[in-house]
């Protein structure tokens, strides 16, 4: 596992048991169409290829420079709605998903341009509440324009037809699974998750990192090496806006539609914040096992809960089955979600690796 | 001997403290000067005005010539001044390798200068892929001023180097320290403990209430012991 990853970033996981835990996650996640058939699961390694990859580009944000935005979900929103809008007007074909990146991901990166211009020259606390402001008022904008964005119902299209699933590629069955154009589509995305956060971890572990984890931890001292901390900060920020968009586009390749739910909610931003947090910030690798660990909790929990529910409430145990009552499985998150941060404060991966808690 | 940073009635302001109130101050080029002066008289306030950190309200500074109180304090640091803090100011997440190739130019590190560095202080390559946090605080100090070293700098402002030190650790700093003096480095150097700044220092600026109230060679007052009296209120036979 080492050598594998030192050519790519000079970063190794740094950790036996850290390195087991990713292998086996990304054996499963690129044999998922055909280890846990059907709909939910296949939609579940979807999701959570996505959350790994925009996970680790709001780490690049927040663990390695240490800047706090609120506006990931909204570059995220428009790599979704660029790709909807595009296959929307021009309908399903390749190009349209072309254009798509190639108007959403620059316009991401400009507008984190811009904001980073007026705000990330003061304290990133300003910039915090300007990042808020400025994705409220877009998903207002997005909601508004109904005319090109579908408003609260969103926009549902097409995808061409080498991605339907009803294409279907091998006639015969492969280890009882149907090879149609929805698993080109996952392995689209898991491809596409894979090299993102390839490119993530080289960006964190050039001397562009180390000059970004300097300005976290010190920008004066590294004001007085003659960095430029606020251009440093600026273009982290344009990056990880570039990236977001680029996981935007792909959740909205995957869904087949993108609406404000799905793209633009400050859920998906808090979600995205649990992440890193439970994973370890600044670690990158706390974003797969972060991500990984949240997804199915989101997706799985209920489910657990209504089962221990259930048992417990035929044997007659007391207080437990409305304990655990599926409709209670956020309570649950959140207890859980607070056990880590008690137990692990660098994260998952801070701990695996030795660090403090 | 022609000077290579001057300043000229520098006010410095902090929030509504006045700090500095019109710093005049030269040093020579390729000399060492000592800033002297009890605590709270504003030596570390003039090294963080030269670097930009605090922003001169008033005066001017200049550096070969050139106004750079003006300037940003990155704009400063890569006209050539290096600048090493009291506080052992490493990046602890960052080993000590990369702490030091921060401080080098275009990310490349000059073997022949890094072994110089190794021979003041080996620690440094022993703990080459340690954690910078992991270190001791005199470790510390060591890098904070190898980072400063590992470039070739026409000036550089030194705040405390030897503070809360251990005498072997403050040995191999005056060992460096001439050293690099002797390549022809110019040295600005807040110091407390007057055996150090005598060990070294070829001018001196002595500040009180945010002035420099006296300015000479360093051999004037290393002679003269009511000045020193007068001016720090030590001597160097209390000082042994």
């Known amino acids: ?357 | 001997m022609s000077e290579l940073l001057t300043l000229s009635g520098v006010e410095t302001h902090i929030g509504r403290y006045h700090i500095l109130h019109g710093v005049e101050l030269g040093v020579p080029e390729g000399q060492t000067t000592m800033l002297l002066g009890r605590n709270g008289a504003g030596k570390t306030t003039t090294l963080r005005t030269i670097m930009g950190l605090w922003r001169a309200s008033g005066g001017e500074i200049r550096f070969g010539g050139e106004r750079i109180d003006a300037l940003s304090t990155p704009a400063i640091a890569r006209a050539g001044i290096g600048y090493v803090p009291e506080t052992m100011a490493v990046f602890s997440d960052l080993t000590v390798k990369e702490n030091l190739v921060l401080a080098a130019r275009e990310g490349e590190m000059d073997q022949t200068r890094l072994d110089w560095i190794f021979g003041f202080f080996p620690p440094l390559r022993k703990f080459w892929l340690s954690r910078a946090g992991t270190l001791s605080g005199g470790q510390k100090q060591m890098l904070s001023f190898a980072r400063s070293l590992i470039e070739p700098r026409r000036l550089l402002l030194i705040d405390e180097p030897t503070k809360g030190l251990a005498p072997a650790i403050i040995g191999a700093l005056i060992d460096c320290l001439k050293e690099v003096k002797r390549r022809g480095a110019t040295i600005l150097l807040v110091e407390q403990n007057f055996r150090v700044a005598q060990a070294i220092g070829d001018t001196v600026g002595v500040m009180d209430n945010g002035r420099v109230v006296h300015a000479g060679t360093m051999a004037e007052l290393v002679a003269d012991e009511a000045m020193q009296q007068r001016l720090l209120g030590l001597s160097l036979d209390t000082h042994q």
């Not at chain 1, 964190?204 to 090496?225: H, M, T, W, Y």
Request: hydrophobic residues 55%.
């Open chain 1, 1 to 357: 596992m080492t050598s594998r990853f030192m050519p790519l970033s000079g970063d190794p996981p740094r950790s036996r048991a850290l390195s087991i835990a990713l292998i086996l996650i990304v054996l499963a996640l690129a044999l998922a169409p055909f280890l846990f058939p059907g709909a939910k699961p296949l939609n579940v390694a979807a999701k959570v290829c996505i959350f790994i990859a925009l996970a680790a580009s709001y780490d690049l944000l927040l663990g390695y420079t240490g800047v706090v935005s609120f506006a990931h979900t909204m570059f995220y929103g428009i790599g979704s709605y660029g790709i909807a809008i595009s296959l929307y007007s021009l309908g399903a074909r390749w190009d349209a998903i072309g254009l798509g990146l190639l108007v959403a991901l620059p316009t991401a990166a400009l507008l984190a341009l811009v904001i980073g211009l007026f705000s990330l020259r003061v304290q990133t606390i300003f910039f915090a509440m300007i990042t808020l402001a400025v994705a409220s008022a877009f998903a207002v904008l997005a909601s508004q324009l109904s005319w090109l964005t579908g408003g609260e119902d969103g926009r549902s299209f097409r995808v061409p037809e080498l991605l339907q699933p009803g294409t279907v590629y091998i006639p015969r069955d492969v280890l009882g699974v149907a090879v149609t154009g929805r698993t080109l589509t996952y392995y689209i995305v898991f491809a596409s998750c894979v090299v993102l956060f390839l490119l993530l971890l080289r960006v964190v572990n050039s001397p562009f990192g180390r000059v970004l984890q300097a300005i976290r931890e010190n920008p004066f001292r590294a004001e007085a090496l003659g960095y430029r901390t606020v251009m440093h900060r600026i273009l982290a920020n344009c990056i990880a806006a570039a990236a977001a968009a680029a996981v935007g586009a792909l959740n909205a390749l995957w869904l087949r539609y993108t609406g404000p739910d799905t793209s633009l909610s400050f859920s998906i931003m808090l979600d995205i914040l649990l992440i890193v947090v439970i994973g370890g910030m600044g670690t990158m690798y706390g974003a797969i096992i972060g991500g990984t660990l949240y997804v199915l909790a989101q997706n799985y929990l209920q489910a657990l809960m209504g089962t221990v529910s259930t048992a417990a409430g035929e044997a007659g145990i007391p207080i437990l089955p409305q304990l655990f009552h599926p409709d209670r499985w956020l309570l649950w998150l959140g207890v859980l979600f607070v056990l880590s941060v008690y137990f692990f404060p660098a994260g998952i991966v801070g701990k695996l690796r030795g660090g403090p808690g």
